[in-house]
C-alpha cells in the first residue's frame, strides 16, 4: 500500500478535518477492500496513536535492529521538526518538571490496563 493511500482516504472523509493538530501518528484501521477505503467507506478506526507510537514494521522479524533505530530515530527527527514549528507558532514547551509530573501521571494510568499476551 502505498504512504499516501491512508491519508488520501481519511483526507476525502474529514478525519484530519476534525483534529487540525494531529501532525503525527497511526491510524489502526480495519477496512472491508482497498477500494472501499479509497473511496472512504466500509472502515472502522480501532486506534488513534499519537507522537508516541511507534511504526509497526520495526516489529517485523525481517528488520534488523539497524533498521528499526534508522527508522525510530527519523521518527523522532520529525518530531522535533515539528515541535520546532510549532515553539515558532508560539506554542510552549511543558518544561522538565510538567514533563516528569505527566509522566508520573501516565506511568500510573499505564498500571491500570489490563495485561496483553
Known sequence: MSDTLVPTAFCSVGFFD????????????KFESIEHLINGS???IV?????GAESTHIWDSRMT????YRVLFRQFRILFEIGEQNRKRGYNTLGPIRLIKEFVSYR???RAYPETS
Open 42 to 44: 466500509h472502515f472502522k
Open 65 to 68: 535492529l539497524r533498521e528499526a
Open 18 to 29: 476534525l483534529r487540525p493538530e494531529f501532525y503525527f501518528g497511526r491510524l489502526d484501521i
Open 108 to 110: 500510573s494510568i499505564q
Open 47 to 51: 486506534e488513534i496513536n499519537g507522537a
